[in-house]
Structure formats: structure tokens, C-alpha cells
């Protein structure tokens, strides 16, 4: 009688799927995917450096000093670029998630994408102004 | 009625995630820019005068309760965003740990504790104030 062939086979071994370190810089494009995804770590950096900038405030008139030092210019001009490739990036993606209808009619992605731009332009000139206009 | 009717769950943790994620990333994609060229480049370079470079103007900013809500939804919603984007950055450099559920708690409770830090710091810098 002739086996099952099932019982001839070997164990079931386990398929290891691994990527090269460095797959992200074979393309532009995940190059690109992965300056995104980055993104997060030094804007999250500014963040709590502004927590910080909050709370030397509470120490009093005489400790206060405010942020002028050449450094943090620096670290701040490389985080402005991250998160303005944030903005860029993420605003653009709003046409491909937010799906929209008015009096059934389907808006168009690229409205919803200007529409997102636009709202950047209006709360960067209001924040700035509100920077601005209250100080002395 | 079918008696094996579908019994849907509603996956509000995944929806809690998700919120977080798209509304952090969207708020930090609004504002988070225009901070960091005024506060960080501009008032530090003297270009423009800003309300952080002199103490009265920004302790007496700092106690509005509107900037200080402003602040506190800024930080907390960015930090969920912030937290998600870099757990998934790790998986994809091959670090399938970042998946786990104790990396989970890693990455979501430090944005936890910051928000708690961040209410800690505004309750306690400048008092509350409309003037």
C-alpha cells in the first residue's frame, strides 16, 4: 500500500520574511515614505521644547531668559523643514481620505485638497498674528 | 430574524486611536509650522517682535484659558500622532516588537504622560487670567 504523501513530507518550517536594512534608500520613493514618517520625532522634539519655554515662565521674571541662543535656531530652522514637509504631505493626503457630499453631489479631492491649504494659509497668518500682535 | 445574526462590536479603541491620529497630524500639519518659524526663527533672530521674547508678554499670554485649552489639544492630540507614526517607523525598520502590546503602551502612555505633564504645567505656570 502505497503512503500518503502528505506523511513523506518534512515538517512545516516557519518562512522568515525579512527586508535589508537599508530598503529605504533603494527608491526616491520610499526615501520619501520614510522623511514622513520621520517627521514625527522632531517636531514632537519642538513640542516639548515649547513645554519646556512654558514652564521656565513660572520660574519668575528674574530667571526667565528668553530663546535666542544660535542652537536653538539651528534646531529650529531643521524642525521647520520637518514640519512643513509634514503639512505638505499630510494636507495632500486629505483628498484621499475625507470623502464628502453636499446636496448629493460628491466634492471633488482636489476641492478638499485646495480647501486643506487654504485652511493652512488662514491659521498660519492668524497664529502669527496672535505672536506678534501681543508682544511689545 | 436570522437567529445567527452578525453581533457588531463597536472598536472604540481603535476608533479613539484613529481619531487621535488623523486629528493630531492634522492640527499639527496647521499650526505646528507657523510656531516654529515665528517662535523659533523670527523673535529669537529679532525679525519680528514675539510675545515669548519678553516675560509680562508671555506670562500674561500664558494665563489666557483659551491658549492654555489651545495648547493643551495641540500637544496631546500631536503626541497620539507622533506616537503612532514612530511605532510604525520601528516596524518598518524591522523592529516587529514595536507592534506588541507592551510597545503599545510604551509609545501611547508617553503620550499620555505628556498630556499630564502638559495639564501639569498649565495649571501651575501662569495663573488663570482674561486680561
Request: charge should be positive; charged fraction near 10%.
Amino acid at each position: 500500500m502505497k503512503a500518503p504523501a502528505t506523511a513523506a513530507r518534512a515538517e512545516p518550517r516557519e518562512y522568515r520574511w525579512s527586508m535589508p536594512a537599508n530598503w529605504w534608500t533603494r527608491k526616491r520613493h520610499y526615501f520619501f515614505y520614510v522623511v514622513r514618517e520621520f517627521t514625527a520625532l522632531p517636531m514632537a522634539l519642538w513640542l516639548l521644547w515649547l513645554l519646556y519655554d512654558i514652564k521656565s515662565a513660572g520660574s519668575g521674571a528674574a530667571a526667565f531668559q528668553a530663546p535666542r541662543s544660535p542652537a536653538f535656531i539651528a534646531f529650529s530652522a531643521v524642525c521647520f523643514l520637518f514640519a512643513t514637509y509634514h503639512s505638505y504631505t499630510f494636507l495632500k493626503l486629505a483628498g484621499v481620505i475625507i470623502h464628502l457630499r453636499v446636496l448629493d453631489k460628491t466634492i471633488p479631492p482636489r476641492v478638499i485638497v485646495l480647501t486643506m491649504f487654504g485652511l493652512w494659509a488662514v491659521a498660519s497668518v492668524v497664529i502669527g498674528a496672535v505672536l506678534i500682535g501681543f508682544a511689545r | 430574524m436570522s437567529a445567527h445574526a452578525t453581533r457588531h462590536k463597536t472598536a472604540f479603541a481603535h476608533l479613539f486611536f484613529w481619531f487621535m491620529f488623523a486629528n493630531g497630524g492634522g492640527l499639527a500639519a496647521l499650526v505646528l509650522p507657523v510656531h516654529i518659524v515665528v517662535q523659533g526663527i523670527l523673535g529669537p533672530l529679532k525679525l519680528a517682535p514675539v510675545v515669548d521674547q519678553h516675560y509680562d508678554t508671555w506670562i500674561s499670554i500664558l494665563g489666557n484659558p483659551l491658549v492654555k485649552l489651545y495648547i493643551l489639544v495641540l500637544v496631546a492630540l500631536s503626541f497620539f500622532h507622533f506616537a503612532h507614526r514612530l511605532r510604525y517607523l520601528l516596524v518598518d525598520f524591522g523592529v516587529p516588537a514595536a507592534k506588541s502590546l507592551p510597545a503599545q503602551a510604551i509609545f501611547y502612555g508617553g503620550a499620555a504622560v505628556i498630556t499630564l505633564v502638559t495639564i501639569w504645567i498649565l495649571l501651575t505656570t501662569a495663573p488663570i487670567s482674561f486680561g
